[in-house]
């Protein structure tokens, strides 16, 4: 009996050391994080589309290929392109060409002004001598009448030829060549074709992986179909599914420790919150829970919160858009924000693989308009 009894009490002791033990660890370690295993790694998926339509006839990437930004993806065929951009080319040198005789038609028709100028002079005299002679009789009314219409005829041609001048130089009066409405027209036209060719060879918007290839050879594509998608993998983040009674003490910055299913606890991640859902998951649903509709459930919920990844661990034990994730985040120092204070100052994502056609375009036209001015 004595026996048994201290036993019991050895049972007692142990279990209230380990209970002592683990209040100690809880009160000086354990509250200070927070873990969920409802984590999940989440990425860019960049879908590539056509900005013209067009048939496929050439695929530089299939699904898993790795692809560099800018490098060709998909190859339309370009035929009705070329025809479109060759007649806007020749629509652009007959506006310079038809802008550049406006501007010389001024010259003509300054001098053809001064001619009717000279004409309705010697007009005009011609007028005055008649009508002093036909004073004293010495020339017949006939003539003096003729000389007359012959007067008002000149001073008509010499308003036509003004009014002419007039007209042509609105046309061209405050404006240079180049600049001409005309001009800018075709050249507008010209822009507009050059771009349709250079965008029959479809890039990669950004560097990554190709993922769900739906292309194919032969395939008459719209503008905006989707043809595969890249997923840039150095561009990683984990969404976390934290509950809501998780959350009191979280802030952005706080760092965390992660580990995938993928590697098991062999690898550690480490990351930092960089921010908190403006709502859960749930209230972004199709058929958000709401009492009025009857399909209310009174259920802890659970906010998604960004984590970020480190690069360098990212490209030493690359991740997938999908896999699980555990996520511990120390939230020892609740000094931070709940949500973001500031909106950002430079774009959160960019590309520069569409820029050049554009500047070519503008090379296009420059070189024909000095080639036919």
């Known amino acids: 009996m004595a026996s048994r009894r ?64 800018g490098q060709m993806l998909v190859r339309l065929d370009a035929a009705d392109a070329q025809v479109a951009l060759d007649q806007a080319e020749a629509e652009l040198a007959r506006a ?9 038609n001024n010259l003509t028709l300054q001098a053809n002004v001064r ?15 008649r009508a002093s002679l036909a004073e004293k009789g010495m020339v017949t009314r006939e003539d003096y009448e003729n000389a007359r219409a012959t007067a008002a005829a000149a001073r008509a041609s010499l308003v036509a030829a003004r009014e002419q001048l007039a007209a042509n130089r609105t046309l061209t009066d405050r404006v240079r060549l180049e600049e001409h409405p005309n001009v800018l027209r075709a050249a507008a036209r010209v ?28 395939q008459r594509v719209a503008p905006g179909a989707p043809l595969m998608a890249i997923v840039p993998l150095e561009q990683l983040w984990v969404d976390a599914n934290f509950k809501e009674v998780q959350l009191r003490e979280m802030r952005i910055g706080q760092p965390v420790r992660l580990s995938a299913d993928l590697y098991g606890s062999k690898v550690e991640y480490h990351g930092r919150v960089a921010g908190l859902a403006a709502g859960t998951g749930g209230a972004f649903a199709l058929l958000p829970p709401q ?39 120390e939230i020892r120092d609740a000094s931070g924000q709940q949500l973001a204070s500031a909106p950002r100052t430079d774009p959160a994502y960019a590309t520069q693989a569409f820029a050049a056609p554009a500047t070519e375009a503008e090379a296009r036209v420059r070189a024909i308009i000095a080639a036919h001015r």
């Open 96 to 104: 310079v060409r038809e802008a550049r005789t406006l501007y010389a």
């Open 115 to 129: 001619v009717r100028e000279a004409e309705l002079q010697r007009a005009e005299e011609g007028l005055a001598r």
């Open 191 to 218: 822009r507009e074709a050059f771009l349709a060719l250079k965008r029959v060879e479809i890039p990669a918007p950004v560097g990554g992986y190709v993922a769900r290839r739906s292309v194919q050879v032969g």
């Open 291 to 329: 009492n009025a509709t009857g399909n209310w459930i009174k259920v802890v919920q659970r906010l998604p919160v960004r984590i970020s990844l480190d690069a360098e661990q990212l490209r030493k034990h690359p991740l997938r858009i999908g896999l699980s994730m555990k996520a511990e985040v």
């Open 6 to 69: 201290r036993t019991l009490l050895l049972l007692t002791l142990l279990f209230a050391a380990a209970l002592a033990a683990w209040a100690a660890w809880w009160h000086t370690v354990g509250r200070h994080y927070e873990s969920t295993d409802n984590a999940y790694v989440a990425g860019n998926l960049v879908e590539v589309t056509p900005q013209v339509a067009g048939t496929v006839i050439a695929i530089g990437a299939d699904d898993t290929d790795r692809v560099q930004a």
